[in-house]
């Protein structure tokens, strides 16, 4: 193993690059992910999420870099690794003529194991009736029997593709309960998703992936650190100039209301400075990850 | 008409996917009558005396009333219909059905029509333009097949008669394929049940015309009624080199209205995506016997398998059948033994015959071994590989599930076909059953050429994913015409070579000679290792 790879992780990727022909659909992207965390993999619609996810599991071969899964070769060692992990896919393609039941049982037992008592509460958790055959499924149905065959599995690893797509809010929650407890069990999860309120529900770390390459990673914690936080404030008298402070964003004012947004490093001198117009009231927001995203996005616009 | 808003849009999208597929079909149909009509002449001969010949021997013959149809008299165009019209009504009517249902089933499985009928779409306009497509080729196929005839110099009324009937006969279908694609729930499904149809068609006039009496001075036959029930019953019944019955065309004509008021009366109820036969709810729990790569594919290749050993046994019972008949006509008749080929007289009756029925059904069965095999690539393209693939089953593991069973497959139907076969012709003509072991054989013998094409197929499926449905129909199109048509057409030996069914030794007309047969195994073994290490090497792709 190359000496760059960190050990301990889960999973790692390092400057991968995978082409289909001349089309660069990964270009030169990291991630890793830790045991024991769930990792949110965020990015719009063909930004590379899926094409990462393949590779990782030997369905796609990489042209360069380096993907590490337990800290073997996923395209090599894919049969021991699939031992490991279980895999929700963004679209759930069922053989029409089999039943759900039979089609959680199928994965889960190609997988490896099957814990029956866990099959029958997720059933009844996320009220699928097994017994219809699959082409009469529903979009989220046919989910919900990749979800069901996914977390019946007693595997180390899961590695979801927008698993949540087609859920109603009410699954969508009882999705989100039953990630929480693979997380209190030790198990690791990498949750690729385009829902902001899911990732942030759920993840210990997010890396936010664009046209084939990681543009950040690290907790909600730090992304807010980096960015800025949004302060609405009234004062006892209007506040001549306040948009013209060093730091100051997308600033409005209404009377002797004022909303801006602030970078993180001005925050200290911009306070000195609203003190001196005598502060009725203050609330600081921190930005959502939705925030995060969209700036991200329309940097790129910009651009 | 409300219902009809935006047929013509999706006629258009309708020709843009089929821009390449159909124009094959048409020149293939085309092909098919066109080439083979001045080779049938030249064969034959065009004296009167040859064509007396061939409907006197032809007429009384059963196989030729079931393969064939019911010749009419010596007149040379009766003569062709007799030889391609059969087999062109059938590509005309698996054309016509294949096409229906790509554009009408197959787009609601795959939910395209419901992209489309949110759009400013009419509830009839996706059958609508599925059927213009299909009439609209049929009346090409007219066009080119009456042309083709009269440049063979067949007469002018008699080629457009036949010409008609065989575009009459591909619209029937395709009308018959927008009902069974309101039947059945799936394309797979809805193509069965068409494919059902056809067979139905194809036997009801194959009993008619088999029992038919012998009319015309031994010159012609007259079928009996269950002819009349089959629409390519009613092309033969034209008689388009001798009679000219046009009148015809109006049962043609009262089917279209019956299956058309059928039809539209029932897309009109049906909701999008349901079929007619209700979705059955099945086991909560899989069985044991699925829970495995070899187990999924059983599941996924016993219909296939089934299938075709029922339509093999039912051949090897006729086969068995006519075989009495067929020896009767050889002993008694000089000429035929020398119709038939060179050295036909010098073998005894059972083993040339046999051996040259099997000959044909080996043939036949490369188109299961094709069906069976390409179930890999739909599995890979329709994305069920992709969450087996992320399971413990390796690459090389999942291939050979499916081939296995490929494998078996054919032991399996090769065998009961030879077994039915042998059981059907001892049993009518009282023979000894010491027999059955050669009729057995000479059917098995056929084995290591389907290995062949078998390994020929899997290595084209790691090699070239994207083209392997066509490279792999393709080829079984190619084995099956040199085969059909190789001789009329005097191709040379190097290209019938090509075929690997053209090395297995014809027994029990001539010996078992090893070396062909290790070779073709060897083939096989070849082309197989080479496929599963291009599959092991290359990316998985959808769509």
Redo the contacts between chains.
Sequence with gaps: MSSTVNTENVLEVKNLVKKFGKFKALDGLNLSVTKGEVHGFLGPNGAGKSTTI?VL?????KTSGEAVLFNKDPWKD???L??R?A?I?G?????????G??A????A????SLNKKRRKELLERFEL?????C??YSKGNRQKV?IVSALASDVELY?MDEPSSGLDPLMEATFQDSVRKLKNDGKTVLLSSHILAEAEALCDRITIIREGKDVETGTLEEFRHLTRMTIAVETAKPIPSLAKQKGVHNFRQKDNHSQFEVDNDKMDALVKFLAKYKIKHLTSTPPSLEKLFMRHYEDEEVK | MKGLTGTWQLLRLALRRDRIKMPIWILAITAAMGANAPAVIDLVGESRAERVLYASTTAPSVVNRVFGGPIHGPEMGSIVMNETFIFTAIMVAFMSTLAIVRHTRQNE?TGRSELIGAGIVGHHAAQTAALLLVIGANIILFGLLSGALIVAGLPKEGSIATGGAIAAIGITFGMIATITSHLS??S?GANSLAGVSIAVVFVLRALGDSTGKIVNGGLGVESNWPSWLSPIGWGQQLYPFSENNWWVFGLFGASFVVLGVVSYAVNARRDLGMGIIP????????KAG????LG?AW??QKGIFRGWLIAMTLMGVVIGFISEEFKDLFTENPEFAEFLGEGSDKVGFSDFFFSAMMGFMAITLAGYATQSLLRLRSEES???L??????????PAWMMSHIAWTLVGSVVIFFVLGLATGVTYILITSGSWSELTDIVLASMVHLPAMLAFIGFVAFVFGFLPKAAVAVGWTAFALVYLMAQFGVILDLPQAVLNISPFAHTPAYPASDIITKPIVSLASAFVILLIGGIILFR????TTG
């Design positions: 393949r599991l030997g369905i796609l071969r894919a049969v021991s699939h031992r992990l895999y896919p679209e759930v393609n069922l053989w029409p003529n089999l039943t039941g039979e959680i049982d199928l994965f037992r190609l997988r490896g009736d097994p017994t219809k055959k082409r009469t990749a590695i | 499985e729930g799936t797979w979705d059955k709810n099945g086991p909560a729990h899989a699925l829970l495995s790569p999924l599941r996924l329709s994305g069920h992709e969450p087996v693939l992320a399971t413990k089953v390796s690459k090497r290359r990316d998985i």
